[in-house]
């Protein structure tokens, strides 16, 4: 008796920063992110509608490979319009959101985020009707000696502005196919120490997104600091016939890492792939 | 009587700790490497994990590596005082990582420099306040701005520092493990001190340019010297055999990633199925392969 209470306390005790961590991440949730977002508003907390696909532990935290995967089909009557990506404990929780039509297909979308330290990923899907549903995952941050800023920003400025696409697989007409749209791009987060040295840069990042099939939009993106460096999606549209994917994508310099009311606007890059069922 | 013994002894015990001497071996003349033990950086070890050490010439003594915490950095700097009375002069920044830069603090003082690569300023004001996050959090060590010190001295391509009857030739490399790695050769000894440009037991681990790596080696592998000091693992006497393990580990890499990104191959998925041959090669595989993978992977997806 006396042991198994020991036991159980022992088991408490090693669960508690665990839960405590969690328990913090709603706190931001609830106090700041859901009145910023979404005051007044009724969620939904299901895997009905939207569900992420994210690693247990944050190997690389300026890379981490997660994924919405949509569970209901984008119709002209009935589709996921908009989804709302945020990382709680990241000093600038906004990742992006990310905005669909029944022309892309299924509204799964894969990217690469940045996470800073032990926190939740959360996406809420907004479906046509307004309704919302949200769903999340707990991220365990990576110790060791990387940072959550990419290992060669040098390079990716040196590429800034090339964009591929690339097919995952076959075209397959009529239905929803998969394309990789890759952006070279730093993605500067600005944050730094100043006190460490004088050397000072601005956060710099891509912004807006907007990728078209013969002129129907079929993503529209909105991003921010959280997307890695090179922002890299993965999303479907469906090509009916032959014709062309377009891409343009607008990226901003902004005072300080975390506030967004002085931003100046930077420059548009855009990148056109022949689709050929 | 109990009383006074557990006073006495506590007394003995906070002795012991403000005088704490790091271990150092003299590998050859004048240059001596404490050698670090492959663990992963945590609350136990404090990120006490890498090789440090310091060469000592006729007028200076030159530090190489800090140590992971502030307090390592005092205890290597003891060992220096209890080997010479030469003092130090410079200490040297092998690059940004905090198991080899966080100790600086503990060396300031007037005549001392801090030497580093052109970028290590950056890299260290880019990730300062999340390495000093990360020390409280995950190495149970206080520290705070003032802790990371940039370098007095900066190195473009190369720089000769003179000890006094001995000359180190500092060359700042293009990213290879960093984007700020800097080597040391000692001509006296034919030794170089090649920091995490080399691993040998521990797994590499990738923080830079996969190519930019391959191609060092490259360069370094047709050079012959007397002794290499790793940034983690045991002295190298062989120069260039005991490389041939990072080298087959980095190729593989770059072979592997190459062929699943020409296949359509995804990030996540490649992290989970390439380069597993050879897990059980390598001291901490499960906590740095999938990490290289993904840098490595991020790199090579731009190429063509």
């Known amino acids: 008796m006396k042991y198994s209470k020991l036991l159980s306390a022992i088991f408490i005790t090693a669960l508690l920063p665990f839960a405590a961590i969690a328990a913090e991440d709603e706190k931001i949730w609830n106090n700041v992110l859901k009145p910023e977002y979404f005051a007044q508003q009724a969620i939904e907390e299901s895997d009905n509608v939207i569900e992420l696909e994210a690693p247990v532990r944050a190997e690389d935290p300026a890379l981490v490979p997660f994924k919405i995967v949509s569970k209901i089909k984008q119709t002209k009557e009935h589709y996921i319009k908009k989804i709302l990506v945020l990382v709680d404990s990241n000093p600038f929780p906004f990742v992006g959101d990310f905005e669909f039509t029944p022309e892309s297909g299924k509204a799964d979308i894969a990217m690469r985020i940045r996470v800073n330290s032990n926190s939740n990923i959360r996406a809420i899907a907004q479906t046509n009707d307004g309704k919302l549903t949200m769903t999340k995952k707990f991220v365990k941050a990576s110790g060791g000696c990387s940072a959550p800023i990419g290992a060669n920003l040098d390079e990716a400025m040196k590429r800034l502005g090339k964009m591929k696409f690339r097919l995952d697989g076959d075209i397959k007409v009529g239905e929803p196919t998969s394309v990789q749209l890759m952006i070279s791009h730093p993605n500067i987060t600005g944050m730094q120490m100043d006190q460490v040295t004088r050397f000072v840069k601005k956060a710099h990042f891509v912004k807006d997104i907007k990728v078209s099939f013969n002129g129907k939009p079929v993503l529209t993106a909105k991003t921010d600091i959280a997307v890695s460096t090179d922002p890299n999606f993965r999303f479907y549209f469906v090509p009916e016939k032959a014709g062309e994917l377009k891409a343009e994508v607008t990226d901003t310099s902004c005072e300080t890492p975390t506030k967004r009311d002085v931003c100046t606007k930077g420059d548009t890059y855009t990148e056109t792939f022949k689709i050929q069922p | ?304």
């Open chain 2, 1 to 304: 009587m109990r009383v006074l013994l557990l006073f006495a002894l506590s007394m003995v015990s906070v002795q012991a700790t403000a005088a704490t001497t790091l271990p150092v071996k003299e590998i050859t003349a004048g240059v001596y490497v404490h050698f670090g033990k492959h663990q992963f950086p945590d609350s136990k070890n404090h990120g006490e994990i890498a090789n440090l050490g310091f060469i000592v010439g006729q007028k200076c003594v030159a530090v190489i590596d800090s140590g992971g915490n502030p307090e390592q950095g005092s205890a290597l700097k003891q060992a220096v005082t209890e080997t010479t009375n030469t003092p130090i002069c410079y200490v040297i920044n092998t690059h940004v990582h905090p198991d080899h830069i966080n100790g600086n603090s503990a060396f300031k003082a007037a005549g001392v420099k801090f030497v580093g690569h052109h970028k290590l300023a950056g890299a260290m004001a880019a990730r300062g306040s999340y390495y000093l996050d990360k020390a409280a959090d995950q190495l149970s060590v206080k520290m705070n701005a003032a802790d990371l010190i940039p370098p007095d001295i900066e190195v473009k391509d190369s720089l000769k520092l003179d000890l006094g009857g001995r000359t180190l030739i500092l060359k700042a490399h293009p990213t290879a493990h960093t984007d700020n790695d800097l080597s040391v050769y000692d001509e006296k000894t034919n030794t170089i001190w090649l920091s995490d440009l080399l691993f040998t037991e521990h797994v590499p681990t990738l923080d830079g340019s996969l190519k930019g790596w391959l191609a060092e080696i490259d360069k370094l592998e047709k050079q012959s010297f007397r002794y290499v000091v790793p940034g983690h693992g045991e002295l190298v006497t062989d120069w260039p055999q005991s490389m041939q393990a990072q080298k087959h580990y980095l190729t593989l890499l770059l072979t592997e990633i190459r062929a699943a990104i020409k296949k359509g191959q995804h990030i996540e998925d490649a992290v989970k199925t390439i380069g597993y041959s050879e897990k059980n090669n390598w001291a901490l595989f499960d906590e740095y392969h999938r990490k290289n993978v993904t840098t490595a992977f991020a790199e090579l997806e731009w190429e063509d």
